[in-house]
């Protein structure tokens, strides 16, 4: 009974010493201190990597990932062990254009050509740009006095997205008897790239009425673009299995708010008007797109994500 007791109070003593064992051999503090910056990635990646490196399956090198996938940076800084302040970024533009050659019309007069001359041509471009930027910030509370820590806080996050497409043609529109007469049919349809369609026929502008053709000339927000605003209270755990390294894991419940922007198109169109006689002229038509609102878990990550278990890196 004594050898029991002793081996009891042995054990509780060896675990509370481990508890309390808050350097490494070298001497490192495996927590984070005052002034201490942090960053957090996907760990789900690693804890693959170490799952099958012990598995028949073999093991593929682990890949560095945002948290949830939505190219969001995560950082903290630490004003103190038990406070932190939070940081979250996303800024994204991309941009891209594509040229092409279109025939140029020429006026009935006009001598044939013969083989292997080249038609007249000219250039007509199509620039697609796109961007998005996410800002947040937030502060985290954290208890614990043991490697395993607990934490929780709340953020807040404003998000914008945006997009326009911008069509140029090098063959001018006429109308009437012009010669040459110039249709939406001589310019490049550029529908051949995924999700570009520019050219349209009779009745493709939406309420305008006698449209015989059109082509686009500006696009803004075809693709989408909102503005968004977004608060969240969240837990959490981590556990420093290295020092200032930390595998955790975190829930949030919040609400989001988000205005989708109006489409915006503008058209060089040509059709008949009540005369009636062939015209052309410049239609512009506007889409409202709504507005969401929601409350849920877990509205983090600019109105979107899912709790996230996550690998913490303090320097």
Do not use: C
């Amino acid at each position: 009974m004594k050898k029991s007791v002793l081996a009891l109070a042995m054990a509780f003593g060896v675990t509370g010493a481990f508890a309390q064992d808050l350097t490494s051999k070298k001497g490192e503090p495996y927590l984070p201190e005052a002034g201490d910056w942090s960053i957090g990635i996907d760990a789900t990646p690693f804890l693959n990597y170490a799952g099958q490196f012990f598995s028949n399956a073999g093991a593929s090198a682990p890949t560095w990932n945002h948290l949830n996938s939505n190219n969001t940076i995560i950082g903290k800084m630490y004003k103190d062990e038990k406070t932190a302040y939070r940081a979250i970024l996303r800024l994204g533009m991309t941009s891209k254009s594509w040229e092409a050659e279109t025939a140029k019309p020429m006026p009935s007069t006009t001598p044939a050509i013969g083989f292997p001359t080249k038609s007249e041509v000219v250039t007509d471009e199509l620039k697609s740009t796109s961007s998005f930027i996410g800002l947040g910030g937030g502060i985290e509370m954290r208890r614990g006095k043991t490697r395993l820590q607990g934490y929780y806080g709340g953020d807040a996050m404003f998000w914008m997205s945006g997009s326009k497409d911008k069509y140029t043609y090098g063959n001018a529109l006429t109308q009437g008897a012009a010669d040459p007469n110039v249709d939406v049919t001589d310019s490049h349809d550029w529908s051949s790239v995924t999700g570009y369609s520019n050219i349209g026929g009779a009745g493709s502008i939406p309420n305008i009425a006698g449209v015989t053709g059109s082509r686009i000339t500006e696009s803004k927000n075809r693709s989408g673009g909102v503005i968004g605003f977004g608060v969240r209270g969240f837990i959490g755990a981590e556990y420093f299995v290295l020092p200032k390294l930390s595998i955790g894991a975190e829930f949030g419940w919040g609400l989001g708010i988000v205005a989708n922007k109006k489409t915006t198109i503008t058209y060089e169109a040509e059709g008949t008007n009540t005369t009636p006689a062939e015209a052309t002229s410049t239609i512009t038509t506007e889409t409202k797109n709504g507005k969401t609102f929601t409350i849920d878990t877990d509205r983090n990550m600019f109105g979107t994500g899912t709790g996230s278990l996550r690998m913490n890196l303090h320097f």
